[in-house]
């Protein structure tokens, strides 16, 4: 019995499963179709379906609705940025002090 060569595997792409996986869900292709165009078993195109399923759904449950919350570190640096925002305005402050002193109060009106 002589043993049939195998096709060389073909691997396709994120962006090329994912468009096929969008062109199936929108009813474009059939899993059939989806298979034959990529050259790959529709074994691969049942595993690509069920791969994007199930990231979908993770993607969805670890969803909160609303706005994102800041991490810690996110949290710490705004807080950060606003104590040097303060300190920056009042550097200015008292250099505006510090002028008007300087030239006279005559200029101030």
């Not at 090329?16 to 529709?42: H, N």
């Not at 810690?72 to 940025?81: D, K, M, Y």
């Not at 008292?94 to 030239?103: F, G, K, S, T, W």
């Amino acid at each position: 019995m002589s043993a049939v060569p195998r096709k060389p595997k073909r691997v396709l792409s994120a962006e090329q499963k994912y468009d096929l996986w969008v062109r199936m869900l929108s009813g474009q292709l059939t899993q059939s179709d989806a298979a034959a165009e990529a050259g790959v078993d529709r074994s691969v195109i049942a595993r690509l379906r069920a791969v994007a399923r199930d990231g979908a759904v993770a993607a969805l449950q670890s969803s909160k609705p609303g706005r994102a919350r800041k991490t810690p570190a996110e949290a710490s640096e705004a807080a950060a940025l606003r104590a040097e925002v303060e300190r920056l305005q009042a550097t200015v402050v008292e250099q505006a002090v510090e002028l008007a002193a300087l030239r006279g109060k005559s200029r101030w009106g």
